[in-house]
């Protein structure tokens, strides 16, 4: 099996900082889900049996004004049918590009005291995810 990420690495995340600021991003978001959402024990949803799938409902129920506060949106969202390029062992339950009118914005999102209690969810919820940053360009009928 290969690696699996929820959370970023140090380093990855310095390099997500040292980039310009001022600027709109888009974040792709890659989701595996658990069949069983993981919450630490003594959470309140710990033992509900909750799927994954649920437990990331929740996360977009608690984190989601926060998220539309600080000006984000969703701009893209899809469920995976299958690789066409790429390894085949990672098959993705959803994906989606959330796009935030500047990093400012997402920082402040993630430093907010209800977004952090709301990102347990999560956490509990997959068990394999990408977050990777794209600066936004010109869209229309043409790859160039």
Do not use: C
Not at 56 to 61: M, N, Q, R, V
Not at 94 to 117: C, L, R, T, W
């Amino acid at each position: 099996m290969s690696e699996v990420y929820i959370d970023p690495s140090p380093t990855n995340f310095q390099a997500f900082k040292d980039l310009p600021r001022d600027e709109p991003i888009h974040m792709l978001n890659l989701l595996l889900y658990r069949h069983l959402a993981k919450y630490p024990e003594g959470h309140e949803h710990h033992g509900n049996g909750w799927s994954g799938r649920r437990a990331y409902e929740e996360y977009g129920k608690t984190s989601g004004p926060i998220f539309r506060r600080v000006g984000g949106e969703i701009v893209w969202r899809g469920a995976f049918q299958t690789m066409v390029t790429g390894l085949d062992t990672r098959k993705w339950h959803d994906g989606f590009v959330a796009h935030y009118p500047n990093s400012g914005a997402f920082f402040e999102m993630i430093k907010d005291a209800d977004y952090q209690k709301a990102v347990v969810n999560r956490t509990a919820a997959l068990v394999d995810s990408r977050l990777i940053r794209f600066k936004p360009l010109m869209v229309g009928a043409a790859f160039g």
